[in-house]
């Protein structure tokens, strides 16, 4: 497919309006899903600062410096457990009928233990007792492929697996939960609601307009410091480091690191990423107005960008897709160094269908990150464009298009923008989120010449 660069401008998508919120019945539904779907008495749901995204999509809250547990149990029990400092931040929290114990080990070393030490009395006083079975989440779970075991082994402190077993006996049952939540297809958290759906978008949209205010206004001689200080960053809560990394011609560019006080000098290597709850951003390039052997290899890469969107759709395996984009990128000697797109939630990275052989499905209301990073590349070279998009069937849509008609709005320009500026008609079933729609500079210091199809 023949792709050229061309001066577009980046419009303006339309207003946010006011962020979307998740109803505290849409939490009382995902809980009591959650607890059906575990087939056991009790669901112990593990976090902490950075493990947190089951116990806010289940609760609307995450705790902050400690640890956690969520439970959900007989004739309704919600009971969140956690440490000094987060107690008085459970009033955030969204799901109803919540009840709040202190288990001060779960506090700050330092801090008082004085009047609530035991996680184990506060589990009693839950009404957890020898005999009961428990569903316990944890961060991430085992595949078969990784342990013979892996259905009796937890992603949680062993601690805290250690107090349960002792608590419910040795011949009750503790078994993995997470994928009830996790499970790349048919996880709870795979699949989201229409008002979760507005949240994510909301962010992804401020996620992506702010991570373009870098990549448009970085200049020669700017710090990376300095290019960060563009972001307009007004304190939403991140999944991610932010990122910005730059390098001479020659050298290794590392993505993931933090900004440093090293200037920029033209011909530089750069990439960026930010990211929100519900989204993240990436772009990479040169910092220069031209290189033409730069161009040959992003041309390749666009051209697998649009193979992923052309790809892409609704009851697609997720191995199809991983084939197709890989497939493209090995025409023109290169691959994808992670999975061509995975599922995004409050974390970066929830799970990913789409691998090799996958056999799992796209669903209607997957948020997705369109994520494929071109490997091997250069030494001083790079190249990312990564945005949130989300898959919607025509219910899914008018009911966006009813509730949310601003988002809708904004959804439908992103799209027609990509159809008539970038020459991408996308399938309807696919929502593009982020304010920068497959808007891919090679070269940042003509960040308005975008890669096109001619």
């Given at each position: 497919?023949p792709?050229?660069?061309a ?6 998508f339309g207003?946010?309006g006011e962020?979307p ?7 009382a539904?995902?809980?009591d899903?959650?607890l059906?779907?575990s087939?056991t008495d009790?669901l112990?749901v593990?976090?902490?600062r950075e493990?947190f995204?089951n116990i ?8 902050r ?5 969520l ?8 009971i ?7 107690v008085s931040?459970?009033?955030?929290a ?10 001060q ?7 008082t ?5 035991r996680?184990s009395?506060?589990l009693r006083?839950?009404?957890l007792?020898?005999?009961d079975s428990?569903g ?10 990784e342990?013979?075991?892996?259905s009796?082994?937890f992603?949680v402190p ?7 077993r002792?608590?419910?006996g040795?011949?009750?049952t503790?078994k ?7 499970h790349?297809?048919?996880g709870?958290?795979?699949?989201v609601?229409l ?14 307009t702010?991570?373009w205010?870098?990549?448009?206004g970085v200049r020669?001689g700017?710090s990376?410091?300095e ?5 307009g960053?007004?304190?939403d ?13 020659g050298e290794n ?9 090293r200037?920029?000098?033209k011909?530089?290597?750069v ?6 709850w519900?989204?993240l951003?990436s ?6 107005d031209?290189d033409e052997s730069?161009l ?15 790809t892409a ?15 493209k990128?090995k025409s023109a000697?290169?691959?994808s ?6 599922l995004?939630s409050?974390e970066?990275?929830?799970h990913?269908?789409?691998r090799p052989?996958?056999?799992e499905?796209?669903?209607?209301g997957m948020?997705?990150q369109?994520?494929v ?11 990312n464009c990564?945005?949130?998009v989300a898959?919607a069937d ?5 009911a966006?298009r009813?509730?949310y008609?601003?988002?809708h ?8 923008f ?5 020459g991408?008609s996308v ?8 304010n920068t ?15 096109t199809r001619?």
């Amino acid at each position: 497919m023949p792709i050229k660069l061309a001066p577009v401008a980046l419009p303006d998508f339309g207003p946010l309006g006011e962020q979307p919120k998740i109803p505290p019945q849409t939490y009382a539904a995902r809980a009591d899903a959650a607890l059906k779907a575990s087939g056991t008495d009790w669901l112990v749901v593990y976090a902490d600062r950075e493990h947190f995204g089951n116990i806010i999509f289940l609760s609307g809250f995450e705790p902050r410096f400690e640890e956690a547990l969520l439970l959900l149990g007989p004739n309704g029990k919600r009971i969140i457990i956690t440490g000094n400092e987060s107690v008085s931040y459970t009033v955030l929290a969204g799901l109803p009928g919540i009840e709040v114990l202190r288990a001060q080990t779960f506090s700050l070393m330092g801090q008082t233990r004085a009047d609530d030490p035991r996680l184990s009395d506060r589990l009693r006083d839950a009404g957890l007792k020898p005999g009961d079975s428990i569903g316990l989440v944890g961060w991430k779970y085992l595949g078969a492929d990784e342990d013979q075991d892996h259905s009796n082994l937890f992603f949680v402190p062993d601690f805290v697996v250690a107090v349960l077993r002792r608590l419910i006996g040795p011949n009750s049952t503790l078994k993995d939960a997470t994928p009830v939540l996790m499970h790349a297809e048919k996880g709870l958290r795979a699949v989201v609601d229409l008002d979760q759906l507005a949240a994510f978008e909301w962010a992804a949209a401020r996620c992506s307009t702010a991570l373009w205010r870098v990549v448009a206004g970085v200049r020669e001689g700017d710090s990376e410091f300095e290019a960060l200080r563009r972001l307009g960053y007004e304190g939403d809560p991140l999944n991610v480091h932010t990122m910005f990394a730059s390098v001479s011609a020659g050298e290794n560019i590392v993505g993931l690191r933090s900004p440093t006080a090293r200037r920029m000098k033209k011909g530089d290597g750069v990439t960026t990423a930010l990211g929100f709850w519900g989204a993240l951003s990436s772009r990479a390039g040169l910092l220069t107005d031209h290189d033409e052997s730069f161009l040959t290899p992003a041309k390749a890469y666009f051209e697998a960008l649009i193979t992923w969107y052309e790809t892409a759709d609704i009851g697609v395996e997720g191995g199809t897709l991983f084939s197709a984009v890989t497939e493209k990128l090995k025409s023109a000697g290169l691959d994808s160094a992670l999975n061509p797109g995975h599922l995004g939630s409050h974390e970066e990275w929830l799970h990913s269908p789409v691998r090799p052989g996958s056999t799992e499905k796209l669903r209607s209301g997957m948020p997705f990150q369109v994520d494929v990073i071109p490997v091997p590349m250069p030494a001083g070279w790079a190249l990312n464009c990564e945005d949130a998009v989300a898959f919607a069937d025509t219910d899914l849509r008018e009911a966006i298009r009813t509730r949310y008609p601003e988002m809708h709005a904004r959804i439908s320009a992103r799209r027609a923008f990509m159809a008539d500026a970038l020459g991408v008609s996308v399938n309807e079933n696919i929502l593009p989120l982020a304010n920068t729609p497959l808007y891919l500079p090679p070269f940042w210091l003509r960040s308005n010449h975008v890669l096109t199809r001619a």
